[in-house]
């Protein structure tokens, strides 16, 4: 019997209504109050004296799970409202009253958290071993260590506060000014008016006219508001530099480092590296030039397809073949993910309005996910459906965890989705029914390591070299052009005919605010689940439960003690990174072999 998956999400069942929901306005004022509740304790809390006081910290650690949860989810439902229709004026209003509950919290969990840090270290110590607390100890030790890098209780609260309209407004305005950009692009002969994400799909399009028009279209749109966008961009950063500046923070990337749960020298490692194996991936986009007929490659033809018989999938099919590769790799996975698809956990559907890109996001209250993406039926589209639902399954996976021993950083969070996404695109390769259709799921794959390794390190290179340039004062649209387009050349190795300078307007990575350099993350997670796809596959299907156990590892330690405890790897080494390199070299290889007859 054929399954008919639902293509649009069902956002009902959590708050009925949408934006003018009454159970959303109700579970809204409830937090409110419940806020006034959590802050009245906050203000009560002394710093602990005493190995007795260990029962008063747990109480209030419960009280603010608590709160956490009932912000999270009325956060997250609010967030897949502005995502579904970038016409929601009412859910952008109510994405600044949830910011506003947020930063509220944030003021009282600071306040705790100073407190914490003046506890004497004999005390701290007693306090650590006394049993309602000796869960916690990694993540009430990583308060602790940031409390220190802070200033003042009065003076972070003050920025916490300002940051709502002057910090994280800049990014909601980036997403509005986004959000009401149309271009109008002749596809199949008929003109069709596109949101700036149904115009991103475009990029893979098999006619070459199509993709260069809908790029030009959308640089022209760029251009139009670049000095929008700079302003925007400008001000998030200048906010952020300006912050630092008064903590005493030196290196804009102290805080993303931090964030991660990693040591600058595992990123140096990382990146040193990649930038010493590029090689391979400027020879493979030298081939896909070739194979496309050009002398080089343009910035709007790197997702192009090389093969006339590129394979659609239908959302319908997606799903089966997902859901049929994770049944190989585990029953828990493949259980998990037919539920997300059965109970309509998933908006797929290609419509106007939807903001670009895709995401997933966890419902604490619920232990729910909602996935976000606009799916057009090609195998990268499959890759990214099964990269969203790896995100969800290490939310499912951290279930038996205590919710304060949940808050993964985002290089291993990236490391679940990349490892859904692997047992997907591999299993696609090895079921190609022909050579033509081998080579295209095969470039699929190495389209995604040129993205890491190359694509990724411009926008870290863009950024790196932005910010030392905002130090000194605002930084003028065409000179984010200059860095822009010197940035993909380093980053791509010479590798492309063209390039994008207005890529530093149309990447929402460099607008969120929550997380800074939104970009590292990615290819450290995809260079990490390399590592644990490989003991995978050494292992078999029983790896499943050691996978789970590495994930539910990920919110309680720094990301050299995951990777030693693991995997037994130090990744403070450029070799842990070149084994991973390594695998992605061979993809590259392999296409160039397969196309070599036909260039």
């Given at each position: ?97 949830s ?65 709502v ?106 990146w ?17 030039g ?11 033809d ?6 006339e ?111 859904a ?12 029914q ?23 390190h ?10 030392e340039?905002?130090?000194?004062g ?6 984010l ?32 605010t ?32 050691k ?16 990777a ?12 842990f ?23």
């Open positions: 019997m054929t399954v008919n998956y639902p293509e649009v999400w069902d956002l009902d069942t959590l708050f009925p209504g949408g934006s003018e929901s009454q159970e959303l306005r109700q579970h809204m004022d409830d937090a409110a109050t419940k806020l006034s509740g959590f802050e009245e304790s906050a203000q009560q809390f002394e710093v602990p004296s005493a190995k007795e006081d260990a029962q008063k910290v747990a109480d209030l650690l419960e009280q603010m799970s608590l709160m956490m949860k009932h912000l999270s989810q009325s956060g997250a439902f609010i967030g897949c409202l502005m995502a579904q229709n970038t016409q929601d004026k009412k859910a952008a209003i109510l994405d600044s009253e910011s506003s509950l947020s930063a509220r919290f944030q003021n009282s969990f600071q306040k705790i958290q100073q407190d914490l840090a003046k506890t004497e270290e004999s005390v701290w110590a007693e306090l650590l071993n006394e049993e309602p607390l000796r869960d916690f100890t990694f993540v009430l030790n990583e308060w602790r260590e940031e409390a220190k890098m802070l200033l003042s209780e009065k003076e972070e609260s003050l920025i916490t506060a300002l940051s309209d002057g910090y994280h407004g800049w990014s909601q305005l980036y997403d509005m000014l986004v959000g009401e950009i149309n271009v109008t692009v002749t596809v199949d002969g008929e003109p069709k008016t596109l949101s700036v994400g149904q115009a991103n799909n475009l990029s893979s399009h098999k006619d070459a006219g199509v993709r260069k028009e809908s790029y030009e279209k959308l640089e022209e749109a760029w251009t139009d508001k670049e000095e929008f966008f700079a302003k925007t961009l400008n001000s998030i950063a200048g906010f952020r530099l300006e912050t630092y500046k008064k903590r005493g923070w030196d290196n804009p990337l102290q805080e993303p480092l931090h964030i991660n749960r990693m040591k600058e020298e595992t990123l140096d490692a990382m040193g590296a990649i930038s010493k194996n590029k090689q391979p991936f400027v020879a493979y986009l030298n081939q896909k070739k194979l496309l007929g050009k002398d080089g490659l343009d910035w709007y790197v997702d192009a397809p090389v093969t018989s590129t394979q659609q999938f239908s959302y319908q099919e997606g799903a089966e073949f997902i859901l049929k590769q994770f049944g190989k790799f585990g029953p828990e996975l493949e259980q998990f993910a037919q539920q997300a698809f059965e109970k309509g956990w998933i908006e797929a559907e290609d419509r106007p309005n939807k903001r670009p890109g895709g995401f997933c996001t966890g419902l604490p209250l619920s232990e729910e996910s909602r996935i976000f993406m606009t799916y057009s039926g090609s195998m990268s589209n499959v890759a990214t459906l099964a990269h969203e639902l790896g995100h969800a399954f290490h939310t499912y996976a951290l279930r038996p965890v205590h919710s304060l021993n949940r808050s993964y950083a985002m290089n291993v969070a990236e490391t679940a989705s990349t490892f996404e692997m047992i997907v695109a591999d299993a696609a390769v090895k079921n190609a022909s050579k033509e259709e081998k080579i295209a799921l095969l470039e699929d794959k190495v389209q995604r390591s040129v993205a890491f390794f190359m694509n990724i411009s926008r870290f290179l863009f950024e790196t070299r932005f910010y340039e905002r130090k000194n605002v930084v003028p649209a065409s000179r052009n200059e860095l822009m387009e010197q940035a993909q050349k380093e980053g791509f190795a010479g590798g492309l005919a063209s390039t994008h300078p207005h890529f530093w307007a149309s990447k929402l990575h460099f607008y969120i929550y997380v800074p350099f939104y970009n590292f993350p990615y290819t450290f997670g995809y260079l990490f689940s390399l590592s644990v796809y490989a003991k995978a596959i050494e292992e078999g299907t029983g790896f499943e439960e996978y789970m156990a590495l994930l539910r590892d990920t919110a309680v330690m720094s990301a050299e003690d995951l030693m405890k693991h995997l037994g790897e130090d990744i403070t080494q450029q070799a990174w070149e084994k991973g390199i390594a695998l992605c070299v061979q993809d590259a290889e392999e296409f160039i072999s397969l196309t070599s007859a036909e260039v």
